[in-house]
């Protein structure tokens, strides 16, 4: 199996409306797909910036000197824009979430599919696993992941069970979660439950709302005027996020006008409304089904 099969990939390249000379950042490199597009419509003069914290992503960047590879968080953009020299870019890309590769690695503990150590670090030099938030946390602050990032209804009662089974022994692995939360599982249907608790433990553990709003917010400054902001999500909470930002400039989507009634803001929506993928896209490739795509271009 591939590294990655990107989402959405000829929407969101053209979506940057790129320019041959121009200069882009693909924040989620992964396995190169979208960096690769960028770089056949660039020129000889263009440069990509491209950011993975996950070390197994750098074994795929191409032998290209107009690419420059960052091993580090997207929440760091403008720190490393300024360290290369780069002022103003020409289009930011980030395509959110968990590349097919961590799934399909089950050591990576990404997935419930193998019993396998509860990791899910995106970024493996950095020291919390799910293990830690499950066997460490207070039961309060499961519930609050569980609620705000499961959007599980029942997440006073997963807490107390994660609480309850800690008690008896240490949860080290998938198995162990799966066995612990069996009596919440559905019957006939666990894979949309079983995909919200991992994916809350996941956000947990790789901080990405708090990695999101940072990157956020840093964009428009990084952008030239007529750049484009291109994001694909996966889930409710982060595509909100983006759907505010692009809307009003600020994470809230508080709408700010001035004296003549026109909305302060940075950005002019370039789809109205969300772009979401063909069926001919999710007949050969079923993990982009619930991605979305939100384009932004910075007007001052």
């Not at 197994?56 to 091993?71: H, L, S, T």
């Not at 994916?199 to 030239?224: F, H, P």
């Not at 003549?260 to 370039?270: D, F, I, M, N, S």
């Amino acid at each position: 199996m591939g590294y990655h099969k990107p989402a959405l990939l000829h929407e969101s390249i053209d979506g940057l409306n790129i320019k041959p000379k121009g200069i882009y950042v693909d924040l989620t490199f992964g396995g190169g797909g979208h960096s690769r597009e960028v770089l056949k419509k660039l020129g000889k003069n263009g440069r990509l910036v491209a950011f993975d914290q996950d070390q197994d992503a750098e074994a795929n960047v191409p032998d290209d000197k107009r690419i420059i590879f960052v091993g580090a968080n997207f929440r760091y953009l403008r720190n490393y824009l300024r360290y290369y020299a780069i002022e103003k870019v020409d289009g930011i890309l980030a395509d959110l979430g968990i590349s097919s590769h961590q799934i399909d690695r089950p050591e990576r503990g990404f997935s419930f599919k193998s019993d396998a150590a509860l990791d899910m670090r995106m970024d493996v030099r950095s020291s919390k696993t799910a293990s830690q938030v499950l066997n460490k946390y207070s039961r309060d602050d499961l519930v609050k992941i569980f609620r705000a990032y499961g959007e599980l209804g029942n997440a006073k009662a997963l807490a107390d069970a994660v609480t309850k089974s800690r008690m008896e022994g240490t949860l080290a692995t998938t198995g162990d979660l799966e066995r612990t939360l069996q009596r919440f599982i559905p019957k006939g249907h666990p894979s949309k439950f079983l995909a919200r608790v991992y994916q809350a433990l996941r956000i947990e553990v790789n901080r990405e709302m708090d990695s999101l709003r940072e990157m956020l917010l840093q964009t428009a400054g990084c952008l030239d005027e007529g750049g484009r902001l291109v994001v694909i999500t996966y889930h409710s909470i982060e595509d909100r996020m983006v759907k505010n930002y692009m809307r009003s400039g600020n994470l809230e989507g508080t709408i700010q006008k001035d004296f003549y009634g026109r909305v302060e803001t940075p950005w002019k929506l370039v789809n109205r409304s969300v772009i979401i993928p063909s069926r001919e896209e999710l007949e050969v490739n079923n993990r982009a089904r619930s991605a979305k795509l939100r384009i932004a271009e910075r007007i001052k």
